[in-house]
């Protein structure tokens, strides 16, 4: 006799919890036969400004923590993916990919992972600099996270895109709001599962579903998100983004690239959400005097 | 003890005798054209603009008012420079233009001094010692970058941007120029300029240098103009990359115009800068720190170090010596060797900076100046301190852009640290303490693009400078400068 | 000055708080003060001032009577082809020499001022140092320029090096005391500037860089050190100290950057040989150099100005 399945409730995650959206509205994005995905969270703007509020809070520690240590993180996530590959694999293909293409976008998300998992401890180091200064001074540039980046994830893809465009931005020490493919939202929502399984700690990364021109516009608005990423393709979407950000002088990135090619991720996809701290302090010098007299 | 000589020379006061800068070597012109295609070409409107010293409202020159239209020459040139010369020159050769205009600034250094002085109003000891001789540098810095840009993005092809329009600031005419053309020559993209109206003089004069270094015509072109010559630039549609240093305002604009372009934007904004002591600083060189981060070019700095908390333990002590120290300086003619404080660059300005002194006194702070006299003709702005200042106070958040500074108390790191990063701006900030420990910990903490540990306002064309937040993006100076002028494949 | 008649109060050596010192900030300081132009009226007037400061100084092994004599008789007649000159502010010898400087610069108003307290090493017990600066006095000496005992300033004990200023101070009675740091062998300006503070509380009336005998010696540096923890006394009691830059300044132009690194710390009421003086030999000649170069419009030679 045949089980009665029990059907997964899709949420929202944000601040290290997975509420449904406040609103309590849902939408049902359709696959390619017509026939509903599930009930998606329809995110409100509230839900924005809570992931907002959540990711400000965790920017500080995840921010300072150990460059080594975020890299470990970054790693378990590789692990808790490869554990969840079956789940990846199944949605993608309930969401329109064929079983190869599913296989090889789950299988390049765990690589993507890896990679900017070793990047965390060695992108400071690779654009750092000791300037050498005229004057009796120490000087040296260093790299620091923008800090709360809004991330819209490009629209044609449920995994891959969303992981590409986010791992670099937190690998460098930023916390995120994510906005997921509107139309095929599931990956991003088991993804939120991952990364609650992963240790990354609440807050780090916050992930809503629902209506992009609806979230956009709060995320590009709002004062406290440093930068958006956007990964879609809509110009005119873009162009409102970029218009927003005006509000507090948001940094803007856009990323068109196929994220299924095997080198579309880099080193300065990362620093492209870091800003250059210069530090100067006097060196002594000792054994005399070295003014003019 | 019977004296047949007083052997005491009783002075009471010793004071230095006035000691100008002679102007004679400088030979401005009447009037200024635009300087397009590597000719002096008059504005198509016809119309000039009065440029006045400061410090005395005379007259100095009269230039040329750009417009669309001569934007427009100005960007053709650049673009056929670009195409034609400039991206296809060997990087080597580049790189001996820019080296051959820095020699020839040197050269004309005491003019460019005295140029900048007349014009903007700043001392002579500081276009003389810091401008003239920085501007210099980072044209030599960045000529030896042309030729090794692949070592600056690893595993990257670096390509030049095409055509850059730039719109600088009236604080730092000169080094701002350079700032601006040296980095975008050495990355091989040509450049439109426009200098701020109040300031357009040393930029004039660089043409002149640009001329005479034989550098190809129209890889750099000069367009002197108001707000609107700035807006032609900004919204050319054959520019690639438009950088801008000026107010935050300003800089909101530029980016909404360039918002669905895709041209390239660097931004250097404004800041409220907080200098932050400690009780166990250096106190002296502290208070010296502060004189300089404030007071240096009249405060016309946007990174002035405008916000000061100091540790609660020391707060008497330090503003005591500030007080002190206040009135050792020497306000007045900008041309006299011995003058600390300048002319306020413009009439305008003077007008903003009394409101918000106004602002200040009615918000109930303590107001400290020394007593100087204040010559009759031209803007001057006595130093001021503003003392028991709240968080909360407009002249603690807004930037005032003049020498006035605001004193705040705290207790202990971690409320400085809050404090000081309470701020829309985040472009420097300095630490003053003993404490190596300490130093660290803030400057990681403060997000701010520079950090001067018991030091401020000092700057190096290796040494990249630029903001957080509202306080702009991208980087000029230093290997991190280069990336505002390149696209990477 | 009524401000001598202030009694200063006695405080521990580890309760003067000497502040910190970077040494990069204060070079910055100091080329400030370098970069002020100081022209026509104001330098002739700085000229004769800088003059008037000065203590013309012999110390060595091979001084004789000969030698202080005539010294003393150029501290008195700096260029007797010009009329107008100040003379010097004292005569500055070895505790032997002492008598016959008096009598050379007798009712002048030239001071004689003695080295003391085992100089310039300070390597002698406190009854050998209180017995020379007795002898000094007792010879005739107008003021002492004492040694702090560096070695035991280096090794920490403050309060040994405070006690030793304090009882050369209780010798000298009236006689204005000058305290030698001997900066050159102190290394930092941290010390430099602990070294100042306790010798200021410790009853100095003068503080003083160096012996001469060691370099550096009165860098703008040092002196800038030092006249700041005069200003810092000065601001907290009201006591007028003063300072003696000595040994390493010989040319008029290095006299007038002193002299307005004096007037913007301290102030003009500093600026009289009462409360600034230059310990220096070869200086006063440049300075009249100077002086007659301003007055003639030529340039000057040395076989023109008599070396002693």
Known sequence: MSRLEILKTYKIYIGGQFPRTESGRFYSPLDKKGKPLGNICLSSRKDVRNAIVAARKAFGSWSERAAFNRGQILYRIAEMLEGRKEQFIAELIQQGSTKKNAEEEVNLSIERTVYYAGWCDKYQQVLSSVNPVASSHFNFSVLEPTGVVGILAPQNTSLIGLVSIMLPVICGGNTCVVIASENLPLCAVTFAEVLNSSDVPGGVVNILTGTNKELNETLSTHMDVNAIVYGGDDLEALKQIQENSVLNVKRVFSYSKDWNKADSQDLYMISDTQEIKTTWHPIENIGGSSSSY | ?489 | MKNKLVKKEIIHPDNIYSPSIDKVGVEERVARFQSRSIKNESKLQGLKIALNMIDLTTLEGKDTPGKVKQMCYKALHLHDVHPNLPSVAAVCVYPSMVRIAKNEVKGTGVKVASVSTAFPSGQAPLDVKIRDTQFALDEGADEIDMVISRGKFLSGEYNFVFDEIAKIKETCGKARLKVILETGELATLDNVRKASDIAIYAGADFIKTSTGKIQPAATMQVTYTMLMAVKDYYDKTGIMIGMKPAGGISTSKLALHNLVMVKEILGNAWLTNEWFRFGASSLANDILMQIMKMETGVYQSSDYFSID
């Open chain 2, 1 to 489: 003890m019977a004296t047949k000589k007083k052997n005491t020379e009783h002075v009471s006061d010793w004071n230095y005798s006035p000691s100008l800068e002679s102007t004679s070597h400088l030979n401005l012109k009447k009037r200024y054209d635009l300087f397009i295609d590597g000719k002096w070409v008059k504005p198509s409107s016809g119309v000039y603009f009065k440029t006045i010293n400061p410090a005395n409202e005379e007259i100095l020159a009269e230039v040329a008012h750009g417009n669309q239209d001569d934007v427009d020459k100005a960007v053709k040139a650049a673009r056929k420079a670009y195409t034609d010369v400039w991206s296809i020159m060997p990087p080597a050769e580049r790189a001996k233009y820019i080296f051959r205009i820095a020699r020839l600034m040197q050269e004309r250094a005491r003019e460019l001094a005295v140029a900048e002085t007349l014009d903007a109003g700043k001392t002579i000891r500081e276009s003389r010692d810091i401008d003239v001789p920085l501007a210099c540098n980072y044209f030599f810095y960045y000529a030896g970058w042309a030729d090794k840009l692949e070592y600056a993005f690893p595993n990257r092809k670096v390509e030049s941007l095409g055509v850059a329009g730039q719109i600088i600031p009236w604080n730092f005419p000169l080094l701002m120029a350079a700032w601006k053309i040296a980095p975008a020559l050495a990355t091989g993209n040509t450049v439109v300029l426009k200098p701020a109206e109040t300031t357009p003089l040393t930029a004039l004069i660089l043409a002149e240098i640009i001329e005479e270094s034989g550098l190809p015509a129209g890889v750099v072109n000069i367009v002197t103009g108001h707000g609107d010559t700035g807006a032609a630039i900004v919204n050319h549609p054959d520019i690639d990359k438009i950088a801008f240093t000026g107010s935050t305002n300003v800089g909101k604009i530029i980016q909404k115009a360039l918002a669905g372009t895709s041209k390239k934007l660097t931004l250097e904004l404004g800041g409220k800068s907080a200098n932050i002591i400690f009780d166990d600083a250096p106190i002296d060189q502290a208070v010296e720190g502060i004189v300089n981060g404030i007071f240096f070019n009249q405060g016309h700095v946007c990174c002035a170090g405008s916000r000061l908390y100091v540790q609660e333990s020391v707060a008497d002590l330090v503003i005591q010596k500030l007080k002190s120290r206040m009135d050792s300086l020497y306000l007045g003619n900008p041309l006299d060797k011995n003058t600390d404080i300048g002319a306020i660059n413009s009439k305008e300005q003077l007008e903003t900076i009394h409101k918000y002194i106004k602002i200040g006194k009615q918000e109930g702070a303590e107001m400290y100046q020394p007593k100087c006299s204040i010559p009759t003709k031209g803007f001057y702005c006595a130093p001021t301190l503003f003392i028991n200042v709240a968080q909360s106070s407009v002249i603690a958040q807004e930037e005032i852009f003049g020498p006035v500074l605001t004193i705040q108390t705290f207790r202990t790191v971690d409320e400085v640290i809050q404090k000081a990063n309470n701020s829309p701006f985040g472009l420097a900030a300095g630490v003053w303490t003993d404490k190596g420990s300490r130093i660290f910990n803030l400057s990681s903490k403060l997000r701010a693009g520079v950090i001067w540990a018991n030091t401020y306002n000092k700057f190096d064309p290796t040494s990249p400078f630029g903001g957080y937040k509202e306080s702009g993006f991208g980087r000029e100076g230093g290997l991190h400068g280069l990336n505002s002028y390149v696209k990477l494949s």
